[in-house]
C-alpha cells in the first residue's frame, strides 16, 4: 500500500488571517507529503508492506518512526482545524468545565503549558495535545517525530506549535470542536 496525502478538509485559503495560505500549503504540500514520501520510499526499499499509517507508527522505529509519528500528527492537525468552527457543546462542554474551570481555562491552561515548556528551554516547536483518559482530560507537549505515550491518553485535539510566534492564540479560532467531540464520543 502507498501511503497518499490526504485531502485537506478545507481549501488552504481558508484559515486566514490566522494561518496564511503559503504556511498551510508549505506545511501540507512540503513537509506532510515530504514525510509520506521518505516512509514510501523506506517500504518499497524495504520490502515492507505498509498497511496503513497507523501501523508504521506501531512498529517502526528511529528516522521512519519520525517521518511516520509527524505524518501522522500532520493528519490529525488538519482535522482538527475548521474555517467557521462553533463552540463546544454537550458532553466535551461538560468535560472540559470540569477539568479546566470553563471552555476559557482551557484556552489559559494552553497558554500556560506552551510558556511552561518555553521556560525549560524548548527551542524545537512541537504538538501540544488535549488528551482523554480514564482519568480524565489532560493537556501535554510532544517534539516533533516524537510518539506519545499510548498510557497518556487518547488525543482528542492537536496543535501545531510551529504555525508562529503566539499559537494558541493562532489556532483558537480554528479549532474544529465537532472532530474534538466526535474523537471524545470514541473513547469508552
Given amino acids: 500500500m502507498i501511503l497518499e496525502l490526504p485531502a485537506l478538509p478545507f481549501d488552504s485559503h481558508q484559515l486566514e488571517p490566522y494561518l496564511s495560505k503559503a504556511w498551510v500549503e ?3 504540500q512540503g513537509d506532510h507529503q515530504r514525510h509520506l514520501t521518505a516512509l ?4 518499497s526499499g524495504s520490502g515492507t508492506a505498509t498497511r496503513s499509517l497507523e501501523d508504521v507508527v506501531s512498529k517502526a ?3 521512519v518512526l519520525e517521518h511516520a509519528v509527524e505524518a501522522w500528527n500532520l493528519t490529525l492537525f488538519w482535522h482538527c482545524l ?4 462553533t463552540a463546544p457543546e454537550g458532553r466535551l462542554n461538560e468535560e472540559l468545565t470540569q477539568t479546566f474551570g470553563s471552555f476559557t481555562g482551557l484556552r489559559e491552561a494552553m497558554h500556560g503549558r506552551v510558556e511552561d515548556e518555553l521556560e525549560q528551554g524548548s527551542r524545537r516547536p512541537g504538538w501540544l495535545w488535549l488528551l482523554h ?3 480524565g482530560m489532560s493537556l501535554t507537549i510532544s517534539a516533533r517525530g516524537q510518539r506519545l505515550d499510548a498510557a497518556s491518553g ?6 501545531d506549535l510551529g504555525c508562529g510566534k503566539s499559537p494558541v492564540e493562532q489556532l483558537w479560532p480554528l479549532i474544529h470542536w465537532d472532530f474534538v467531540a466526535q474523537n471524545l464520543g470514541d473513547c469508552h
Avoid: F, K, Q, T
Fill in 61 to 63: 522505529h528511529g528516522e
Fill in 133 to 135: 483518559s480514564n482519568r
Fill in 154 to 159: 487518547r488525543p482528542l485535539l492537536v496543535m
Fill in 40 to 43: 514510501n520510499r523506506w517500504a
Fill in 26 to 28: 508549505d506545511r501540507y
Fill in 82 to 85: 475548521l474555517p467557521r468552527p
